[in-house]
């Protein structure tokens, strides 16, 4: 899988967006791009992934530039229980076996 | 929301002995994960599993350890001889898709921490 760079932290206030941005700069044209999360003490848990478009759910959204060098993921409203460590992950679109390789994230630190 | 369930929360054992690792998955789902993180490092893959075989397996996953899906519904991983070196977090993990499906989305459990005396 191709490699992404994320920032080793951020720091938001409570109640205001966050940004958190990855870049994947040898991204390839079927690569999906897939981000998860994990909270303290807890498994990774899915956040969103897109492809070419932008993405909405009622988690977050994802924002992907146009040549797709990069992405962002948009928190809108952080809430204390949004600090986690945020993964972004490339998976190739491949019916082969499925390793989502985690990388060390960018580490999302909410003050109220 | 369903969810991946792992037993036991908290798994401690002598460097030598066997362990196994048990897993309940997501009841519609068809392929299913372990990953490990060791204490301050990244989650690392194991191993998939699909139509009840090994579809992909990363180098960590050497001959020590195995999975099975004994009963259609549990999902274990067993390591023969453990190691201090095994000591970590194991992740089970499910999915309904993979590769050409949009279900590609890994649902994980709370993990079972593994310390290895």
């Known amino acids: 899988d191709a490699k992404t760079t994320q920032p080793n932290s951020m720091e938001s206030n409570e109640e205001e967006p966050v940004h958190l941005p990855c870049n994947h700069s040898t991204i390839s044209g079927t690569d999906y791009i897939h981000w998860y999360r994990q909270l303290p003490s807890q498994g990774p848990e899915y956040v969103i992934h897109?492809?070419?478009s932008n993405v909405n759910n009622r988690m977050a959204s994802l924002a992907i530039a146009e040549d797709r060098k990069s992405s962002t993921l948009i928190l809108h409203r952080a809430t204390l229980r949004d600090a986690a460590v945020y993964y972004c992950i490339l998976r190739a679109f491949s019916n082969s076996g499925y390793a989502l390789n985690f990388g060390k994230g960018t580490s999302l630190l909410v003050t109220p | 929301e369903p969810e991946v369930t792992q037993t036991p929360s908290h798994q401690v054992t002598q460097m030598g002995q066997e362990v196994i690792l048990r897993c309940v998955p997501i009841?519609?789902?068809?392929?299913f994960y372990w990953y490990r993180q060791i204490l301050g490092q990244k989650v690392e893959f194991l191993v998939s599993?699909?139509?009840?075989?090994?579809?992909?397996k990363s180098e960590i996953f050497d001959d020590q350890f195995s999975v099975e899906r004994p009963d259609g519904s549990n999902f274990t991983l067993k390591i023969r001889s453990t190691k201090l070196e095994d000591s970590a977090m194991y992740f089970c993990?499910?999915?309904?898709?993979?590769?050409?499906?949009?279900?590609?989305?890994?649902?994980f459990g709370s993990g079972t921490q593994l310390s290895v005396l």
């Open positions: 009841s519609n789902h068809l392929y």
């Open positions: 599993f699909y139509n009840n075989e090994i579809s992909e």
């Open positions: 897109g492809l070419t």
């Open positions: 993990a499910s999915s309904e898709g993979q590769g050409i499906t949009t279900n590609e989305k890994l649902f």
